[in-house]
């Protein structure tokens, strides 16, 4: 499996963006499937996690309620909506698809990851 994150960017506080993830050379209809994130010198941090059919779905405690994750297995592609954007959500986001289907937090869980999409949130 290939994947491919789009849609980062440059906003302001409290702005939004839609993160994008498609997959190739195979579907991931099976995976589970995530979206971590790494600030400069920090480590990769969770952020979402969706099951193989979008029926669980977890949030790193720092971006519920403004983040939301979704999937249409039909295009092979993962979402994730970015709102209430923080300076802090500054970091480069990684999509990634896991051995499994279960949702998972872990990253050792996930075994192909994309190339990273940077998201800059201004004060």
């Known amino acids: 499996v290939q994947l491919q994150a789009s849609g980062g960017g440059m906003v302001q506080a409290g702005g939004s963006l839609r993160l994008s993830c498609a997959a190739s050379?195979?579907?991931?209809?099976?995976?589970?499937m995530g979206w971590f994130r790494q600030a400069p010198g920090q480590e990769r941090e969770f952020v979402a996690t969706?099951?193989?059919?979008?029926?669980?779905?977890d949030y790193a405690d720092s971006v519920k309620g403004r983040f939301t994750i979704s999937r249409d297995n039909a295009k092979s592609t993962v979402s994730l909506q970015l709102s209430s954007l923080k300076p802090e959500d500054t970091a480069l986001y990684y999509c990634?698809?896991?051995?499994?289907?279960?949702?998972?937090?872990?990253?050792?869980?996930?075994?192909?990851w994309g190339q990273g999409t940077q998201v800059t949130v201004s004060s």
């Open positions: 050379r195979r579907t991931i209809g099976n995976n589970a």
């Open positions: 969706i099951s193989w059919n979008g029926g669980r779905i």
């Open positions: 990634a698809a896991a051995y499994k289907s279960f949702a998972s937090a872990d990253s050792t869980q996930y075994r192909y």
